[in-house]
């Protein structure tokens, strides 16, 4: 099925605006998308009517949020294919979901000198910092998987660098900076094979194309809502059952306890575990109604539709004269991140031309500096696309890049 | 409003810099980076202010920022560099609404249109702050009442 964008816009107030007297091009929703009225009227609704704390009062109120919260941290384990709503942990965003797994591995996984864990050289520094850090206090050593001048991981040294010292690979599903969908089941193969676990950052392919963790086989995904259409403040952690049952709590509190008494405490059993305090209510149940969009139209008609726009992007921008493109350079395995280079013009410089033609790209070092280095630049220009983008906003990037070589001329 | 920030006199500067590269001697050096963006800029200068010399990469505000800083404050007095530097400061933290003097600014009142995009104030003073490190690092302040 083809999207209806005509339609699917219309859902989305802010597309009709006007930036610096021109249409709203919005193109960094990899960075954060944009919400439909459809999300926005859940969270009013539950504020204006069923507003109540969750899981621990007797009231009609507190039932119906602790309802509607359970009830979306359902309706998200089914779009991820859990195998139980217990597996997903609420957090913050992605960071904190992969903070939780970091700052407790040290405990669940006895973690040492001489024990590996292993990253790449993509990643988004909220999938790297962490594990630096894990490895500071532990005395663990970080090793990476580089990138290939196609922008590719490069899983030469697969079996060399994880191996039996290895207790844990960390790595991006889809890079936010070159686009690149990474297809883990080598790396999980051997992974598993070594008896380590695998964790996928998949802050930027949840809420662009199909994901089942079963099929995926990792042990962990960390993922975030405000670019899948929900609001900022929530994310989510999903975890093997059995492993989140080993793991300490990260942030205690309310909530994350069994029996507390002076002398200690017991813990409840995840995900209450791991969701100390008042949770982002009104935000969980923003994040479901936002996985109730996305089925509606599909994540297969999702995905389609953003190969379609990233095969026009890529073709009109490698036609802009002194536009290099990042990572890979045609649809097959990259997603609807495009970064680029315009020839002797900054980054900065792009996005603020862009800007004041309405065209709102994403420029600097994506919080992926290592990337950036690889290729040795020290910044790149992005655009992303989503369900909403049109190919008339990709023209009218090409129009902006044509006027941004003229002031630069 | 985008001609304001891209002035001939700024696109002149990055295209063309004044006094880019690092020379030895110096006394006081300083490594700035801008965190969000990744621009970097190294900055040194000798003792007397004779010689300022810098490098760096970033976007065009902050090439050419360095240009007209080395340009402006080359072979001041401390007291005459302090003077500017604060007037250089002062333009870019005024939103817009300071009216810059040329006697003191030189090429500087260029930043002007600079200082209404909040974003890229940071840009502007990315060598200024350098400076001002690298200058307290050779023994001279830009601030003649804090030596004395």
């Known amino acids: 099925m083809t999207l209806d964008l005509v339609q699917v816009r219309a859902d989305f107030p802010i597309l009709t605006r006007e930036i610096n007297g021109h249409p709203l091009v919005y193109l960094d929703s990899a960075n954060t998308s944009q919400k439909p009225r459809q999300v926005l009227e859940a969270m009013q609704d539950h504020q204006e009517r069923h507003n109540g704390n969750v899981s621990r009062s007797v009231h009609t109120l507190g039932t119906e949020a602790t309802a509607a919260y359970e009830g979306a941290r359902e309706k998200i384990a089914a779009f991820i294919g859990a195998a139980r709503p217990e597996e997903v942990v609420f957090t913050k965003n992605s960071t904190e979901a992969i903070n939780l797994v970091a700052w407790t591995a040290s405990d669940f996984l006895s973690l040492g000198p001489g024990d590996e864990i292993v990253v790449s050289e993509m990643e988004h520094h909220s999938n790297l910092v962490p594990w630096q850090l894990l490895c500071q206090r532990t005395g663990a050593t970080l090793r990476w998987f580089g990138v290939t001048d196609e922008g590719r991981l490069d899983e030469s040294q697969l079996d060399e660098l994880v191996n039996e010292r290895t207790k844990l690979v960390s790595v991006v599903h889809m890079s936010n900076i070159l686009g690149t969908i990474n297809d883990p089941a080598r790396i999980v193969a051997r992974a598993h094979e070594v008896g380590a676990l695998v964790m996928l950052d998949c802050s930027q392919s949840v809420p662009h194309f199909p994901v089942n963790v079963a099929d995926l086989g990792v042990d962990f995904i960390a993922f975030t809502g405000h670019k899948m259409l929900g609001p900022t403040g929530i994310g989510a952690l999903w975890g093997r059952y059995e492993l989140l049952e080993r793991m300490p709590p990260f942030l205690a509190g309310g909530s994350t306890i069994e029996t507390v008494t002076m002398a200690g405490t017991t813990f409840a059993p995840p995900p209450a575990r791991f969701e100390g305090g008042t949770p982002p209510i009104t935000e969980a149940i923003g994040l479901g109604a936002a996985v109730d969009y996305l089925n509606k139209l599909g994540m297969e008609n999702i995905h389609r539709h953003e190969q379609e726009i990233t095969a026009y992007a890529l073709k009109a921008l490698a036609d802009v004269p002194g536009v290099t493109i990042f990572g890979p350079g045609t649809p097959e395995g990259r997603g609807g991140t495009v970064s680029f280079a315009v020839d002797g013009v900054h980054p900065h410089d792009v996005g603020q031309i862009l800007d004041d033609l309405g065209v709102e790209v994403r420029v600097g070092h994506h919080c992926a500096r290592p990337v950036c280095t690889r290729f040795g630049v020290p910044a790149m220009t992005r655009a992303s696309f989503y369900l909403y983008t049109t190919t008339d906003e990709i023209d009218a990037l090409a129009r902006g890049l044509e006027q941004v070589r003229k002031v630069f001329a | ?148």
């Not at chain 2, 690092?22 to 004779?50: K, M, W, Y």
């Not at chain 2, 505000?61 to 604060?86: D, N």
């Open chain 2, 1 to 148: 409003m985008i001609d304001q920030l891209y002035q001939d006199i700024i696109l002149d500067h990055y295209k063309h810099p004044h006094g880019r590269g690092l020379r030895d001697p110096f006394q006081g050096e300083a490594h700035h980076v801008n965190p969000t963006c990744g621009d970097e800029i190294t900055l040194r200068v000798t003792e007397d202010l004779s010689e300022i010399s810098y490098d760096g990469m970033g976007c065009s505000i902050s090439q050419a920022s360095a240009s007209v800083l080395h340009e402006l404050l080359k072979g001041r007095t401390p007291g005459e560099a302090f003077e500017i530097h604060e007037a250089f400061l002062a333009l870019m933290q005024g939103r817009g609404q300071v009216e810059p003097d040329e006697d003191v600014l030189g090429d500087g009142i260029a930043f002007a249109g600079v200082a209404k995009y909040p974003a890229r104030v940071k840009c502007a003073l990315l060598p200024w702050m350098a400076f001002k490190d690298a200058a307290a690092r050779a023994g001279i302040s830009v601030n003649p009442e804090v030596k004395a």
